[in-house]
């Protein structure tokens, strides 16, 4: 999976508790991504990040927050988990943003249950 | 905003026998589009991609699509299934103005290849 990992790969939690899920990359890659995969509804943008401490806000962003305090490490940080971010988590990275680079490389994913 | 259709949640298909995922699009601009294969419990892998220049595109693994800008679709295509095609597909989109390379993913279709 294109040099990235994921931790935990899974993780149950109880309503209210917070969760931090973690993405390393070794390609040194400026770009990376948080997204989460539900059932009808595919891939949805969490946040992203262009560069260290630089990152912004995607389509699903309340209740999620991010930090990315050097360029091989992206956090995912739900502050009060609750039932409706049971879900799969991806992280992807990639390299820039001229189209010809522009593919996503993706994670092996982090299944969360909130119960 | 930019969205993709993928019309079909589950494609059916003899394995030998062509087959085709359909996916549409909506986005400002000039699109750039992207297919991306899901197999069970893994991430999602770059299949190809549209940018610009020739409508038929090709992939890996013997998967091609065509880009059909009067039809706004770029259907996914492979002359002869295997059973090992098998897997859960997503065509995304991203739309050519700013620089965060953020895609925009469809529901995704699973296509069963069968003996």
């Known amino acids: 999976d294109a040099g990235i990992t994921q931790s935990p790969r899974h993780k149950v939690t109880e309503t209210g508790t917070p969760v931090t899920l973690r993405c390393h990359q070794t390609?040194?890659?400026?770009?990376m991504y948080w997204y989460r995969q539900d059932p009808g509804h595919g891939l949805r943008l969490i946040h992203y990040s262009y560069g260290v401490k630089d990152t912004d806000k995607g389509e699903v962003s309340d209740g999620y927050s991010v930090s990315r305090s050097k360029t091989e490490d992206f956090l995912l940080t739900l502050e009060s988990a609750t039932s409706s971010q049971t879900s799969v988590y991806f992280c992807?990275?990639?390299?820039?943003?001229?189209?010809?680079?522009?593919?996503?490389?993706f994670g092996a994913g982090t299944r969360l249950s909130v119960l | 905003a930019q969205s993709v259709a993928q019309p079909e949640d589950q494609v059916n298909v003899a394995e030998g026998n062509p087959l085709t995922v359909k996916c549409t699009y909506s986005?400002?601009?000039?699109?750039?589009l992207f297919w991306y294969v899901q197999y069970p419990n893994r991430g999602l892998q770059f299949l190809l991609k549209?940018?610009?220049?020739?409508?038929l595109v090709k992939g890996s693994y013997g998967f091609e699509a065509e880009f059909n800008k009067s039809q706004t679709s770029f259907h996914l295509k492979k002359p002869s299934a295997l059973v090992s095609d098998s897997a859960l597909y997503f065509c995304?989109?991203?739309?050519?103005?700013?620089?965060?390379?953020?895609?925009?993913f469809g529901t995704g279709t699973r296509l069963q290849v069968t003996l």
């Open positions: 986005v400002s601009g000039n699109p750039y």
């Open positions: 995304a989109v991203r739309d050519g103005t700013g620089t965060a390379s953020k895609l925009t």
């Open positions: 390609e040194n890659h400026r770009y």
């Open positions: 549209y940018i610009t220049g020739d409508n």
């Open positions: 992807a990275i990639s390299p820039g943003p001229l189209l010809a680079k522009n593919i996503q490389y």
